[in-house]
């Protein structure tokens, strides 16, 4: 593995830990999940602009490829809507990254679809590998003791995680074409303009797009840490601007050298960060029973011989 390839899987699990606090935080913040989207979208897409020749790059990405990025956008608002969504819905951060693990398996069925490539049955077997894993750190969590509704949850989150593994391997074809900061930038400002429509429009779908309770000041009642009216701003203000732009940006990095599925794959080590997180930040120690232990050991297995099967690959073909 050469020097590139290896800052690439560093990149790419520094995203992945940062990814980690996003489930955390969308339960710290007190607003509804289509209000914690809208705001982590324009001031995540604002954030861009402050960036160094940030401009000047993106007037050099041609028009027909920034307007399919806004397209993707699309995507990723609904991704996030649903994956935010499903954690108000069932109250429980662990059952939505449990129906997140679903993300690889997705992906090893999308990947050969839309690129017209043979089906790896490993890849898929070691998707499902890593969902059972999830499925146990998920299922046996007292968190699921709570009193959301979990069937309506499960539904919309591993819905989520589809659109999470379309938009991803649909990437995965631009990441080497365009600059990753404009790449994101459009996304997320696609992914506004498409949740304002709905905000102008006012289609208020009960639980699933709670447009009727949207916060332009999204003030806290009942803040968590920082005892101040303005602490979901503050969370959000982090939830937009290091767990959006600068994930986001190693994430693309990162999928210049590794394949949509490794990408994926790897992703599935955010329930596991995330979890550890919620025990340290929100004081969850009851997640960490024997039945996490194990289920994160299946999901490390799962990564550990992804890696070692293709880097003996491309060791193999670099000799032939």
Same mark, same amino acid.
């Given at each position: 593995?050469?020097?590139?390839?290896?800052?690439?899987?560093?990149?790419?699990?520094?995203?992945?830990?940062?990814?980690?606090?996003?489930?955390?935080?969308?339960?710290? #913040?007190?607003?509804?999940?289509?209000?914690?989207?809208?705001?982590?979208?324009?001031?995540?897409?604002?954030?861009?602009?402050?960036?160094?020749?940030?401009?000047?790059?993106?007037?050099?990405?041609?028009?027909?490829?920034?307007?399919? @990025? @806004?397209?993707?956008?699309?995507?990723?608002?609904?991704?996030?809507?649903?994956?935010?969504?499903?954690?108000?819905?069932?109250?429980?951060?662990?059952?939505?990254?449990?129906?997140?693990?679903?993300?690889?398996?997705?992906?090893?069925?999308?990947?050969?679809?839309?690129?017209?490539?043979?089906?790896?049955?490993?890849?898929?077997?070691?998707?499902?590998?890593?969902? #059972?894993?999830?499925?146990? #750190?998920?299922?046996?969590?007292?968190?699921?003791?709570?009193?959301?509704?979990?069937?309506?949850?499960?539904?919309?989150?591993?819905?989520?995680?589809?659109?999470?593994?379309?938009?991803?391997? /649909?990437?995965?074809?631009?990441?080497?074409?365009?600059?990753?900061?404009?790449?994101?930038?459009?996304?997320?400002?696609?992914?506004?303009?498409? @949740?304002?429509?709905? @905000?102008?429009?006012?289609?208020?779908?009960?639980?699933?797009?709670?447009?009727?309770?949207?916060?332009?000041?999204?003030?806290?009642?009942?803040?968590?840490?920082?005892?101040?009216?303005?602490?979901? /701003?503050?969370?959000?203000?982090?939830?937009?601007?290091?767990?959006?732009?600068?994930?986001?940006?190693?994430?693309?990095?990162?999928?210049?050298?590794?394949?949509?599925?490794?990408?994926?794959?790897?992703?599935?080590?955010?329930?596991?960060?995330?979890?550890?997180?919620?025990?340290?930040?929100?004081?969850?120690?009851?997640?960490?029973?024997?039945?996490?232990?194990?289920?994160?050991?299946?999901?490390?297995?799962?990564?550990?011989?992804?890696?070692?099967?293709?880097?003996?690959?491309?060791?193999?073909?670099?000799?032939?």
């Amino acid at each position: 593995m050469n020097q590139s390839t290896k800052n690439a899987f560093v990149q790419l699990h520094v995203a992945v830990f940062i990814f980690g606090f996003t489930a955390i935080l969308g339960k710290m #913040i007190t607003q509804d999940h289509f209000t914690i989207v809208w705001h982590r979208m324009w001031i995540a897409a604002f954030g861009f602009l402050l960036f160094p020749q940030f401009i000047k790059t993106l007037f050099k990405t041609s028009l027909k490829h920034f307007v399919y @990025l @806004l397209g993707i956008g699309c995507l990723v608002a609904i991704h996030w809507i649903t994956f935010y969504g499903s954690i108000k819905i069932g109250d429980s951060a662990s059952l939505t990254l449990g129906c997140f693990g679903l993300t690889s398996t997705f992906t090893s069925i999308l990947e050969p679809l839309i690129y017209r490539k043979k089906f790896e049955v490993l890849e898929l077997l070691l998707g499902l590998m890593a969902l #059972i894993g999830i499925a146990i #750190i998920a299922y046996f969590s007292p968190d699921n003791a709570g009193a959301g509704n979990y069937p309506l949850a499960i539904i919309v989150g591993v819905f989520s995680s589809f659109v999470a593994a379309l938009f991803s391997t /649909i990437n995965s074809t631009l990441a080497n074409k365009i600059d990753t900061k404009v790449m994101t930038f459009a996304e997320l400002l696609g992914g506004f303009l498409f @949740l304002s429509i709905f @905000l102008v429009l006012s289609l208020d779908i009960p639980n699933i797009l709670p447009i009727d309770s949207f916060m332009k000041v999204p003030l806290t009642d009942h803040p968590m840490f920082i005892n101040s009216p303005y602490a979901d /701003i503050v969370w959000m203000l982090i939830l937009s601007l290091v767990c959006t732009n600068i994930a986001f940006v190693l994430n693309l990095n990162a999928m210049k050298k590794v394949s949509a599925f490794t990408a994926n794959l790897a992703i599935n080590l955010e329930p596991v960060y995330g979890i550890i997180l919620a025990a340290f930040l929100l004081k969850e120690h009851h997640f960490l029973n024997p039945y996490f232990y194990f289920g994160a050991g299946i999901i490390l297995l799962s990564v550990l011989i992804h890696s070692i099967v293709k880097y003996r690959a491309r060791k193999y073909q670099s000799n032939n």
